[in-house]
């Protein structure tokens, strides 16, 4: 019986889009990882986490420091993850049934789907406020125009998030295919962007000496006391996407591809952080204080040139990286809950229309909220769920996967586990998360008071996370493993021949 037949003839839980991909599907060469990443790094929210360490009192090479070992150290979980993708072609979801269960991989899913929505909601609000400033001076002098305490923003700012999220839900209408297209020039039009941007700041601030001499705001120990919340939210500003990494390298052609396109990401991250830091540092020179979002900069500097090709240039890469960043994940989330109900449209269409759930226009409003509240907390619950599905895979089932089996419903399968659930993966999880959870409620402001432990433990809650899962995951399931199994293990097979 060939192969094709044998994918009809297994139960599926998903159909088409979440199908392995076959090697025809195999055409994503290096440059076209390194160019995924590329442009995802070089967008707003990148710039303003690198420029908030200044204003939180850093020098502009301390954030360096932070920043590029920040992604170092997520390189690693990074190609980890990876691998499984190229090799058996199988996206996030279906990965995740291998650790979690077939129906159980649904949790970690839809945390993931969760985080997208948020980020979506930022990207697109970063989007509107750049309408925001093509408006006329007088309309921002009019009463609707005017923040209203209840809200947290204007009617006119809500307005233009309103507009931006239309603009790319009518992009999404036609799929992927226009995005992409666009994709291969919204990266070199931010680096254009950001070194016209850079130039403004060197000439303004009157040359590097100026610009990159101000002095750290910190003593010693209150720097150290800001470097571990500061290195895990940069850790965590891509730790959602490291994690569904799989739904992009699926389409790579080998694992050498996927390595040499991703490995540049501390390199890019490094430099355009410098912009950021260095632009950051010159604000302080030019307007007396700093600002890290580069679209209050904007706004200070607000001319013909600037609305004629910054606004609309970052309007585009906006779209083009919001989307596949934010919209891949929980749309295949949902058409792997319901295939017969949800298209990728109507995923992302629901995803879309949840990010408003989020308020992001609250999350983005300074860094204190983004960075050390929005990117730590989600953070914790990425690094768990990221290292049960690598110790699964590289120490349980030492990279063999049945791909047959993650996509049986049959009772009988390996990755049924316990009604379809794996309770190690499951209770590693939720032990993992749970001392992390009172220094988040803390940092909301709900308690008032708490030990430096368990706030120490927030400040650092992906790497916390991250490895006490992955001890209770390989633990639990070596020891008590076999007990909350109902499946058989069999021998690997895969959809098609894997890639190395």
């Not at 601030?205 to 750290?216: D, E, K, R, T, V």
């Not at 720097?223 to 390298?249: E, H, K, M, R």
């Not at 226009?361 to 929005?374: G, P």
């Not at 939720?430 to 708490?450: D, E, M, S």
Request: with cysteine; net charge positive.
């Amino acid at each position: 019986m060939g192969t094709q037949t044998r994918i009809h003839e297994v139960p599926t839980t998903t159909k088409g889009h979440l199908q392995p991909t076959t090697p025809a599907d195999r055409t994503s060469t290096a440059w076209d990882m390194a160019s995924l990443w590329i442009g995802l790094i070089f967008g707003v929210p990148s710039y303003y986490i690198a420029g908030s360490l200044v204003e939180e009192g850093m020098t502009w090479w301390q954030g360096i420091i932070i920043v590029v070992f920040a992604k170092i150290i997520l390189l690693f979980p990074l190609l980890l993850t990876s691998h499984p993708g190229t090799r058996y072609g199988i996206p996030f979801p279906v990965l995740a049934r291998s650790s979690f269960g077939i129906y159980g991989a649904h949790l970690p899913s839809f945390l993931r789907a969760l985080v997208a929505c948020g980020w979506f909601g930022i990207e697109t609000w970063i989007g509107g406020q750049a309408i925001y400033l093509l408006l006329p001076e007088f309309i921002k002098e009019w009463a609707f125009a005017q923040t209203l305490d209840w809200l947290g923003t204007s009617p006119a700012e809500l307005i233009c998030y309103v507009i931006f999220w239309g603009i790319q839900l009518l992009l999404l209408l036609n799929g992927m295919k226009g995005i992409k297209k666009l994709e291969r020039y919204s990266a070199p039009i931010l680096v254009l962007l950001a070194f016209l941007l850079f130039t403004w700041a060197y000439l303004k601030a009157g040359g590097f000496g100026p610009m990159l001499s101000q002095p750290s705001q910190l003593t010693p120990s209150q720097f150290w006391y800001l470097f571990f919340p500061s290195l895990t939210a940069n850790v965590g500003s891509w730790a959602a996407v490291a994690l569904t990494i799989p739904d992009f390298t699926r389409y790579a052609k080998s694992q050498r591809d996927q390595v040499l396109g991703q490995f540049i990401i501390p390199i890019v991250m490094g430099c355009f952080s410098f912009i950021g830091l260095a632009v950051t540092s010159s604000t302080e020179v030019i307007f007396g204080y700093p600002i890290s979002n580069p679209i209050t900069l904007l706004s200070k500097i607000s001319n013909s040139f600037t609305v004629i090709l910054f606004i609309p240039a970052i309007t585009l890469v906006i779209v083009t990286t919001n989307i596949p960043a934010n919209i891949v994940a929980p749309a295949n989330f949902l058409v792997s809950l319901n295939p017969r109900f949800f298209t990728f449209q109507k995923a992302a269409f629901l995803t879309s229309l949840f990010s408003l759930v989020f308020q992001p226009w609250k999350i983005f409003s300074n860094a204190d909220s983004f960075v050390y509240t929005w990117l730590i907390s989600y953070a914790a619950i990425i690094g768990p769920v990221c290292s049960i599905i690598l110790t699964d895979y590289y120490i349980i089932r030492r990279t063999i996967l049945n791909v047959d089996g993650l996509y049986s419903l049959n009772h009988t399968s390996e990755y049924y586990y316990c009604k379809g659930w794996n309770l190690v993966a499951v209770s590693s999880l939720v032990i993992a998360v749970a001392p992390i959870v009172p220094g988040f409620v803390h940092k909301l402001g709900i308690l008032k008071t708490l030990p430096e432990a368990l706030i120490f433990i927030y400040n650092v809650g992906w790497f916390f996370g991250f490895f006490m899962a992955a001890f209770l995951y390989g633990i639990l399931s070596l020891r008590l493993g076999p007990k909350f199994r109902v499946g058989v293990p069999s021998s690997s097979s895969s959809l098609h021949d894997p890639l190395f």
